[in-house]
């Protein structure tokens, strides 16, 4: 059983959205405040009615609904036509299943009468209070008091959270909820894990330590001193501990790992704990449908790989919605599951990639594919000294300005312009490649014909010096005259050079020798340096490019 799309009215930054998804694998990725775990928790409500881990009627507030349409109904009040009263729909339609057939039916806005799903309203209920309320014109704020949550199936019958047979699970290990020093959020999944009886016996355990406490007879000693001396009142003042409900051990009780309570283990084993944890309890093992919150929160690599491994196993054969910010998350998971988020609700997808780049990505997930994703526009190089030398003629032409401050990365990829530049594709980005030419200008073309001359693609521009540098004469011997470095020299000539580097080589091939030796540490004078410098061409076209 699997969600094969989600619409959602007016419920946070959402006034109108429409998402399809997969069976499988889902990857949600966007800048901040795209609405990723909005995504997440209105699916999550939709299916349990459960919001931030407790029931939407004790959670219901002002702030779940989509401002605008709130600040427009508020207004309108003061008018002689005030507007309906905002409400919260969010649609589900399923993949179809024998086992959710009564769901059929036609009351859906896509008018589909051979769909199968629900519909979650959160809708003020009219009545002659508060009829009276909209004609004093004395509305402020919205009348949560005549809002009532319902849920109804496409073929219009009412039914309870409880009755909805496609289950969810959210796990979000960065939730760090405490009280009295116990993390609610592991407790609460220690507490699913646990069988009624095992309940029972906790409760018992805890309400005898309560009584040891009590009838200790160094407390009864304290006590008559407290006694004696509190004046306030003629009642008895006495230290005890308070008996609470039957479920107090929850609050009450600290989970520890290896004899740490869990809140001053690492944040990234306290992670990885609550995911595993998440995934391994009773209503997880029963959900159709895993959310996750960003796994990737405070582990390392290593760590995450292992996580990352964990996910793929649980969650196999179900259907995982999962929101990240790493790279390394998406490219392990499989880039082809990626959901590009934008403002303004747009989506965009990485479909038809060629087979081996999915799985190039997930032998090699190190690369910063979502840098790429997320960029409104890139500039791709080879390696660390193309991108200082890069940033500085950007700088250079823009008031010293870096390009990430005009939302353009430059990001290094190696060798693996190809497999950029398939993603950049898909998703139509604005790209520049800054590439060497190697004396080789015809393999050059060959490689990148798929962006060139008749398939050239305005979006994409493949940037490198057309000319061949290598002397006729007297050439040194394994020297490469067609890199960024030599055609810095041609560029700046002998002396500017000396000056940028704060070298003072007398021939330009010694020069040559040395920053082919240097290169890093050449561009990083080249960044730091506070003189006019020239620049290639080809760099100047391509951040001419990105700047159109």
């Known amino acids: 059983m699997a969600i094969r799309k989600i619409k959602i009215e007016n419920y946070k930054i959402f006034d109108n959205f429409v998402l399809e998804l997969n069976t499988g694998l889902n990857i949600l990725v966007g800048d901040n405040e795209v609405g990723k775990s909005t995504i997440l928790e209105a699916i999550h409500l939709a299916l349990t009615g459960m919001i931030n881990g407790k029931n939407l009627n004790s959670e219901l507030t002002q702030y779940l609904f989509n401002n605008t349409s709130v600040r427009k109904y508020i207004d309108s009040i003061k008018t002689n036509s005030p507007l309906p009263p905002p409400q919260i729909k969010i649609e589900l339609f399923f993949e ?17 009468n051979s769909a199968l799903g629900l519909i979650c309203i959160i809708a003020l209920e009219p009545t002659p209070e508060y009829e009276e309320l909209v004609k004093s014109g004395n509305i402020k704020t919205l009348p949560l008091e005549y809002y009532d949550a319902k849920w109804f199936t496409f073929a219009d019958k009412q039914i309870s959270t409880k009755t909805i047979p496609i289950k969810s699970a959210l796990v979000d290990s960065s939730l ?11 407790s609460r999944i220690v507490r699913q894990s646990l069988e009624p009886a095992d309940v029972v016996k906790i409760a018992q355990a805890h309400r005898n330590m309560l009584r040891v406490f009590v009838d200790d007879p160094s407390v009864d000693e304290i006590n008559k001193k407290i006694s004696s001396k509190a004046k306030i009142t003629d009642r008895e003042i006495t230290l005890s501990v308070e ?25 990234g084993e306290q992670c990885i704990i609550k995911t595993r944890l998440a995934l391994a309890d009773k209503k997880a093992k029963d ?61 965009s997808r990485l479909t038809d990639l ?43 032409a823009h008031s010293g300005k870096l390009p990430i401050s005009d939302g353009i990365d430059v990001i290094s990829v190696g060798t693996s312009f190809l497999r950029f530049l398939e993603i950049a594709s898909r998703l139509d980005k604005c790209v520049a490649i800054v590439t060497d030419n190697d004396g080789k200008i ?25 000319n061949d540098r290598t002397p006729t004469e007297n050439p040194i011997a394994d020297y490469n005259y067609n890199t960024l470095e030599n055609l810095m020299l041609i560029s700046n000539g002998l002396s500017a050079m000396n000056n940028i580097l704060g070298t003072s080589f007398i021939s330009e091939n010694d020069l040559r020798s040395f920053m082919k030796a240097n290169k890093t540490e050449c561009a990083l004078a080249a960044f730091e340096y506070v003189g006019g410098i020239k620049f290639p061409d080809y760099i100047t076209e391509a951040i001419n490019h990105v700047c159109k």
């Not at 760090?176 to 592991?186: L, T, V």
């Not at 995982?320 to 590009?340: C, D, Q, R």
């Not at 960029?375 to 030398?389: C, F, H, M, N, Q």
């Open 442 to 466: 015809d393999s050059l073309k060959i490689k990148y014909c798929q962006y060139l001359g008749d398939k050239a693609k305005e979006n994409i521009l493949i940037s490198f010096d057309n």
């Open 176 to 186: 760090a909820r405490y009280q009295n020093g116990s993390d609610i959020y592991i």
């Open 96 to 112: 179809e299943c024998d086992e959710i057939t009564p769901l059929m039916g036609g009351i859906n806005s896509d008018r589909d």
């Open 243 to 267: 008996l609470l409900s039957k479920n107090a051990w929850e609050s009450s009780l600290v989970t520890c790992v290896d004899t740490i309570p869990f809140h001053h283990i690492g944040k």
């Open 287 to 347: 959900a159709s449908v895993i959310l996750m919150e960003e796994p990737e929160n405070h582990l390392t690599h290593t760590r995450l790989n292992h996580l990352l491994d964990t996910i793929a196993d649980e969650c196999e054969g179900r259907q995982v919605i999962m929101s990240t910010h790493s790279s390394f998350v998406a490219n392990k998971l499989g880039l082809e599951n990626i959901i590009l988020l934008n403002n303004g609700g747009k989506k």
């Open 354 to 396: 060629s087979n081996d780049t999915p799985n190039f990505f997930k032998k090699l997930p190190g690369y910063d594919t979502l840098r790429l994703v997320l960029a409104k526009k890139t500039i791709l190089v080879e390696g660390p000294s193309d991108e200082l030398v890069v940033q500085k003629a950007y700088m250079a």
